[in-house]
């Protein structure tokens, strides 16, 4: 029910148009006046940070609301009409327009369906068209399929009409490929390469159709009784097979027998992939190992690593080993580490936001990332233990690489946690951006089974190097333990490295 002000607002709209939009009028310039003086107001004053974030959401909310408005609006004056629909209550069938779909008889509510369809179809967008006829197209394409594998396994073929199919299907593809090649103009090499595809494989079965059609082939030589290794091809065409365009270059053959060698070592490198420790996951390829980076960023690293022997991305894949198993095809419980995947996590849900202001490397870069930045191989041992005065505040490049981040919605992450039966869930956590950087620091700073985080990368990254030089030289220590107990003793006496408790097991 309208208030005494509506109703005096549009009566006076209706009895004196000239007075109501002065009225219009001196309310735009008041209200103009309100907002140009609220924004004075809020410029000169100082606000705190929760001020300035409730202020821009409620600025945010307000645009929202117009968008609203303004959406609503439009679809309000696009809306179909009865007479835009094509119904018009003059015509002769008023009568029937006026009924109500449960008083009609069959025919005319099948034809009232049928107009209502068509009114619905010409109000919807090209978009909506267009999506609508892939679905139709692809659901048609489904049922033909359907119908096609059930026809055939309803009818099974019995042994006595394999050959006389057979036939039928060697005279068919006689006939299309003669029509092809009239219709292409095929090159003499082309058309001897085609004619060759026609050879091989063949099946017994084939061989026999192919025999009782010599007499109406028109290349009927080419499908003598003799094996095909011992045609004369050459001979029977007038070519040379060398000259063919399926012949791989030699040079081609040089680069990519060393190229196709180095990809396969690269695999089973421990930096790339690591052996699985379970006996139940070998196969006769050898002993199982998973990935622990996806097959593009590995692809990345070979690439950089060997910019002298390219390879695709395609070849990439398929060059992998078949005991190399690919990252997340094995239970987590056997190569896992909760703490870089949290972390990894977390900085992969910042990026999502960040945009084009920058990316956030990923985890095992963070070494590099929080310290300060040294000629040497390794950071400082003060920079590792968070002593060290520049570096000592690990948020401070979180900090700056998210200070341009608005966004009032709730920002969703996931972190592997222990569920109430103990065992290790995905948990998927929603809150603001402060709320992140403060769970990413925790995961930082806060110590896990004694070390903070860059002193479990540092420990993983210098075990994997200490493996890494006891393989390449196993003449120099007896065995792989005893060279990483000698090197860890000289690390815990130099200053180069961090103090690391067990160096005999690799850290979880």
């Not at 006689?174 to 090649?181: E, I, P, S």
């Not at 690919?326 to 419980?333: A, E, M, Q, R, Y």
């Not at 569920?419 to 290790?424: D, I, N, P, Q, V």
Request: glycine share 4%; net charge positive; charged share 30%.
């Amino acid at each position: 029910m309208s208030t005494a002000s509506i109703r005096r607002r549009r009566k006076l709209e209706k009895e004196n148009p000239e007075t109501y939009a002065e009225l219009l009028a001196k309310e735009r310039e008041a209200a103009k006046k309100y907002r140009q003086e609220k924004k004075r107001h809020w410029e000169e004053g100082t606000h705190s940070q929760a001020e300035i974030e409730e202020y821009n959401a409620q600025k945010e909310k307000r645009r929202q609301q117009k968008r609203d408005y303004y959406l609503k609006s439009k679809a309000r004056r696009s809306r179909q009409t009865k007479n835009s629909a094509g119904v018009n209550p003059h015509t002769k069938n008023s009568e029937q327009a006026k009924k109500r779909p449960k008083d009609m008889s069959p025919n005319e509510y099948r034809e009232y369906r049928r107009s209502q369809k068509r009114a619905q179809l010409a109000a919807l967008s090209h978009q909506k068209k267009t999506a609508i006829r892939l679905k139709n197209r692809e659901r048609m394409r489904k049922v033909r399929e359907a119908t096609k594998l059930a026809k055939i396994d309803s009818t099974p073929a019995e042994p006595s009409d394999r050959v006389g199919r057979l036939k039928q299907s060697v005279y068919n593809l006689n006939h299309k490929f003669r029509a092809k090649t009239k219709k292409l103009a095929m090159s003499p090499m082309e058309y001897a390469q085609t004619a060759l595809n026609l050879l091989n494989p063949r099946t017994p079965e084939k061989k026999q159709a192919i025999r009782e059609l010599q007499r109406k082939h028109p290349c009927r030589f080419l499908f003598n009784t003799q094996e095909s290794d011992d045609l004369d091809v050459e001979g029977e065409l007038g070519i040379q097979l060398q000259d063919s365009l399926l012949e791989v270059p030699e040079a081609e053959e040089e680069i990519s027998k060393p190229a196709h060698n180095m990809v396969q070592l690269f695999y089973i490198r421990d930096d790339v992939s690591q052996k699985l420790p379970h006996a139940h996951y070998s196969t006769k390829h050898g002993a199982a190992r998973v990935m622990v980076q996806t097959i593009k960023s590995a692809h990345q690293l070979y690439k950089k690593e060997h910019p002298s022997l390219p390879v695709s991305l395609t070849l990439f894949q398929t060059l992998r080993p078949k005991n190399v198993r690919l990252l997340g095809s094995v239970p987590i419980d056997s190569c896992f580490c909760v703490c870089c995947a949290n972390v990894g996590l977390m900085i992969n849900a910042l990026n999502k936001h960040l945009g084009s202001s920058g990316q956030l490397p990923n985890e095992t870069e963070m070494l590099r990332f929080l310290t300060c930045p040294t000629g040497k191989d390794w950071p400082d041992i003060k920079c590792i233990d968070g002593a060290c005065v520049e570096c000592a505040n690990r948020m401070r490049p979180f900090q700056i690489f998210c200070r341009d981040i608005y966004t009032t919605q709730g920002v969703r992450w996931k972190r592997w946690e222990k569920s109430e039966a103990g065992k290790l869930e995905p948990m998927e956590k929603e809150g603001s951006i402060r709320d992140l950087l403060t769970d990413l620091q925790i995961a930082l700073e806060e110590p896990t089974k004694g070390t903070s985080f860059l002193q479990h990368l540092f420990t993983a990254f210098w075990q994997y190097r200490q493996f890494k030089i006891c393989r390449s030289n196993p003449k120099e220590s007896t065995t792989s333990r005893s060279g990483i107990l000698t090197t860890q003793r000289h690390a815990q006496a130099s200053t180069e490295f961090p103090t690391i408790k067990d160096m005999s097991t690799p850290p979880t």
